[in-house]
Structures are given as C-alpha cells and as structure tokens.
C-alpha cells in the first residue's frame, strides 16, 4: 500500500508565512512529480505548485514569488514555503504525487492523493 500524509497547516495572519510538509511511504517503485492542491469553499480544486524527479518546478500565478515548492527525493518528501500569505490562500491544501509501483512483472502508475490540510488566513 502507498500512502501519501500532508503536515504543517494551521491559521496565521496575513503577511505571515507556513510551511507544508507531505511524504509518501509504502511499495514505492519511483515517484516522478509530487504536487500541492488547494480548494477552498465553492471552488474547484486548483494546482499551486508542482515538482518533477529532476527538479522542473511549475507554478500558479496567484503564489508565483510567495510560494517555494522543493523536494527531498531521497525521502519521498515535497514541501511547500508559503510566504506574504494572503486571506485567499485559505483552502485545505492537498499533496499528490505521481507513483509507480512495481508489481509482479509489471510497473503501474498512478495519482496518489493525501487527506488534505487547512490553511486560514486571517486579515
């Protein structure tokens, strides 16, 4: 089994900063990209920031200069630096990353999702 845990939200003032933290564990073969997810109330879910194996980083324009995303493959670990935050940062935030997993004469890859954790801006 694969499990994907997120870590380190919490509430914190406008201007203030967070750092999220998500590891993956289980049957790993290889994880290509890892990622952080927001939704808040009534809205979709959107991408804020993703990270491939080499280190390729993709971000939203809203936490572009905010937001640092980076990653510790040897520990199967993605972070996520959140600075000048903002009252629409708040959503729960959710970690994915892109697994494979080695099987029985096969390699299959998916999207792993984590449960997801609250991050509240206050003005």
């Known amino acids: 089994q694969v499990q994907v845990k997120e870590s380190g939200g919490g509430l914190v003032q406008a201007g203030g900063s967070l750092r999220l933290s998500c590891v993956a564990s289980g049957s790993i073969f290889s994880i290509k990209a890892m990622g952080w997810y927001r939704q808040a109330p009534g809205k979709q879910r959107e991408l804020v920031a993703s990270i491939t194996s080499g280190g390729t980083t993709n971000y939203a324009d809203s936490v572009k200069g905010r937001f640092t995303i980076s990653r510790e493959n040897a520990k199967n670990t993605v972070y996520l630096q959140m600075n000048s935050l903002k009252p629409e940062d708040t959503a729960v935030y959710y970690c994915?990353?892109?697994?494979?997993?080695?099987?029985?004469?096969?390699?299959?890859?998916?999207?792993?999702w984590g449960q997801g954790t609250q991050v509240t801006v206050s003005s």
């Open positions: 994915n990353a892109y697994i494979s997993i080695q099987t029985v004469g096969e390699v299959t890859s998916r999207d792993f």
